[in-house]
């Protein structure tokens, strides 16, 4: 079955929370523009439109990569939108994008409308969509909470809804700098995906008494022959 999808990176809420007054105070700026809901604040990696998504899973998890800290940037306007720029220090970003648009390109069809990456969030959009175009005005400087450390990726499937589209995250991958290692969330890694939308993580059995009576034998027998040696 084929659904709209896009890989997006995801906001942590302090930024989305900045990254939406900023929209708000465009628009109280300019009635003509209609600022997007926080909840739907991201940076577009790949738009795919209709394709299946098992399919966009498969050909995105194995490309994941860590990503490093990036920064909110420049507030500029492009044609129907205006948008946050996101500075990507690191190259991470530009490189993770890279990776996952060759693998879709290759196992998907995927036409990659966009190979020079423009990393932005979009805030706010033009009343009577492509209609109207944007006002020009003079770049405004980064919003609140400019610095921050991305934590995954995800595979969005996007509804049309009155007041603008939902997007629904389907799958999320972890991208984090700490995924390189084991960390405290379970020791889950780069490109190992957190719980799918729907779905519970998984947990391990409890420590019974019976297994750690086990262990504690274990342990006592190992000292006894080291003391012994």
Same mark, same amino acid.
């Given at each position: 079955m084929s659904e709209?999808?896009?890989?997006?990176?995801?906001?942590p809420a302090a930024v989305r929370a900045a990254l939406a007054a900023r929209g708000e105070e465009l628009?109280?700026?300019?009635?003509?523009?209609?600022?997007?809901?926080?909840e739907?604040?991201?940076?577009?990696?790949?738009?795919?439109g209709d394709a299946d998504p098992d399919l966009v899973r498969r050909l995105v998890a194995p490309?994941?990569?860590?990503?490093?800290a990036?920064?909110?940037?420049?507030?500029?306007?492009?044609?129907?939108?205006?948008?946050?720029?996101?500075a990507d220090p690191s190259g991470s970003l530009t490189a993770l994008r890279a990776?996952?648009?060759?693998?879709?390109?290759?196992?998907?069809?995927?036409?990659d409308d966009h190979p020079r990456f423009w990393a932005h969030v979009t805030v706010a959009r033009a009343r009577g969509g492509a209609t109207r175009r944007v006002d020009p005005f003079r770049p405004l400087p980064a919003p609140a909470a400019a610095e921050f450390r991305p934590e995954a990726v995800a595979l969005y #499937?996007?509804?049309?809804?009155? %007041?603008?589209?939902?997007? +629904? *995250?389907?799958? !999320?991958?972890?991208?984090?700098?700490?995924?390189? #290692?084991?960390?405290?969330?379970? %020791?889950?890694?780069?490109? +190992? *995906?957190?719980? !799918?939308?729907?779905?519970?993580p998984r947990r391990r059995p409890a420590l019974t008494s019976w297994h750690a009576s086990v262990r504690l034998s274990r342990r006592s027998r190992v000292a006894t022959v080291k003391a012994s040696a």
């Amino acid at each position: 079955m084929s659904e709209r999808l896009f890989v997006a990176l995801e906001l942590p809420a302090a930024v989305r929370a900045a990254l939406a007054a900023r929209g708000e105070e465009l628009v109280a700026a300019d009635a003509g523009l209609r600022a997007v809901r926080g909840e739907s604040l991201h940076v577009t990696l790949c738009f795919l439109g209709d394709a299946d998504p098992d399919l966009v899973r498969r050909l995105v998890a194995p490309e994941i990569r860590p990503v490093g800290a990036l920064e909110l940037a420049t507030t500029r306007r492009r044609a129907h939108v205006v948008a946050v720029e996101v500075a990507d220090p690191s190259g991470s970003l530009t490189a993770l994008r890279a990776r996952i648009a060759a693998a879709l390109v290759a196992g998907a069809g995927y036409v990659d409308d966009h190979p020079r990456f423009w990393a932005h969030v979009t805030v706010a959009r033009a009343r009577g969509g492509a209609t109207r175009r944007v006002d020009p005005f003079r770049p405004l400087p980064a919003p609140a909470a400019a610095e921050f450390r991305p934590e995954a990726v995800a595979l969005y #499937r996007s509804r049309l809804a009155p %007041g603008g589209s939902r997007y +629904e *995250p389907l799958e !999320r991958w972890k991208v984090g700098a700490r995924s390189l #290692r084991h960390d405290e969330t379970g %020791g889950r890694h780069a490109g +190992e *995906p957190v719980a !799918r939308s729907g779905s519970s993580p998984r947990r391990r059995p409890a420590l019974t008494s019976w297994h750690a009576s086990v262990r504690l034998s274990r342990r006592s027998r190992v000292a006894t022959v080291k003391a012994s040696a």
